[in-house]
């Protein structure tokens, strides 16, 4: 067995410090283009000032990090994502990410992890587990631990947050070989502590969606995935579209890791 072992073991302790974490998630500018960055959050380096003394890691593009590394480096642990896909694209090619990055700059970045999408029903499943494979492999040889972004979407899929259908996203992505996954809410703490159960211990982190209507809705949903088990949340709009995103970056490190209510954790924004 080579070294790589020790290498994974080492860096998920340092995003995982107290076995949880809160990953600001900043790769939006690509999945989602620039219309998900109003005002001032148009800049990228003012944003991750403003959060990275605050989350456990942050979670952006290689090209992305190479230009905001002034801002990071040193001060937060980095996970590297190198699969995206524009919302450009034609309709029937939405469920395929494209390699955008290889592991070794993940590596040269001084990354803490690699992070890579698995649309799992998708038409194109066959090329991202292809992907995935790839990317494993590599993340093996360098001992990065490797973030799957479980999203099951497909033709066959009705309704992608459904139970049923997020268990198996995270039961192949364990089969996948993910050190670490992150995947949807079903909707109640019940239905994620089944989710959590099928990840046979794999850290499971759900990732944070589309901004909910007040930061105090989406700090109900952080504490029932915490209350499911989970090991924490992967979040973005949820921070950097909130008009405070130190606020509620602290907000929600204050229920994952200190187990405060939601009602709580607000004051902590409102400072
Ligand atoms: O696939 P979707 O739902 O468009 O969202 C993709 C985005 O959601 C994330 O997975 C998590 O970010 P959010 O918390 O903003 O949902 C991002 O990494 C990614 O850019």
């Known amino acids: 067995m080579g070294y790589g072992y020790i290498g994974k073991k080492v860096r998920l302790q340092r995003i995982l410090r107290d076995g949880k974490a809160v990953i600001f998630a900043f790769d939006h500018g690509v999945e989602h283009g620039p219309a998900d960055f109003p005002g001032e959050t148009i800049d990228p380096r003012k944003i991750l000032s403003k959060v990275v003394d605050v989350v456990d890691a942050i979670m952006l593009l290689p090209g992305m990090a190479n230009l905001t590394h002034e801002v990071w480096a040193g001060k937060v642990?980095?996970?590297?994502?190198?699969?995206?896909?524009?919302?450009?694209r034609p309709e029937q090619e939405k469920l395929l990410q494209s390699p955008f990055g290889f592991v070794e700059d993940v590596v040269a970045l001084g990354a803490e992890a690699v992070a890579a999408t698995v649309y799992w029903g998708s038409n194109f499943e066959d090329q991202m587990l292809k992907m995935w494979f790839e990317v494993k492999r590599e993340a093996e040889r360098y001992g990065l631990p490797a973030l799957q972004l479980s999203y099951p979407r497909g033709p066959a899929i009705k309704n992608m947050y459904d139970v049923e259908v997020v268990r198996?996203?995270?039961?192949?992505?364990?089969?996948?070989?993910?050190?670490?996954?992150?995947?949807?809410?079903?909707?109640?703490?019940?239905?994620?502590?089944?989710?959590?159960?099928?990840?046979?211990?794999?850290?499971?982190?759900?990732?944070?969606?589309?901004?909910?209507?007040?930061?105090?809705?989406?700090?109900?949903?952080?504490?029932?995935?915490?209350?499911?088990?989970?090991?924490?949340?992967?979040?973005?709009?949820?921070?950097?579209?909130?008009?405070?995103?130190?606020?509620?970056?602290?907000?929600?490190?204050?229920?994952?890791?200190?187990?405060?209510?939601?009602?709580?954790?607000?004051?902590?924004?409102?400072q």
Request: proline share 3%; glycine share 10%.
């Open 168 to 270: 198996y996203g995270v039961r192949a992505a364990i089969e996948s070989g993910a050190d670490l996954i992150k995947t949807y809410y079903t909707g109640s703490t019940e239905s994620f502590r089944r989710v959590v159960e099928v990840a046979a211990g794999v850290p499971v982190l759900m990732s944070g969606g589309a901004k909910a209507k007040t930061l105090l809705d989406f700090l109900y949903v952080v504490k029932s995935v915490m209350d499911a088990g989970a090991q924490g949340v992967v979040v973005g709009r949820n921070i950097f579209q909130h008009e405070n995103p130190r606020g509620a970056a602290k907000a929600i490190m204050a229920v994952v890791h200190e187990g405060y209510s939601p009602e709580e954790a607000l004051k902590m924004a409102e």
């Open 77 to 88: 642990p980095l996970i590297v994502k190198v699969t995206s896909k524009t919302s450009l």
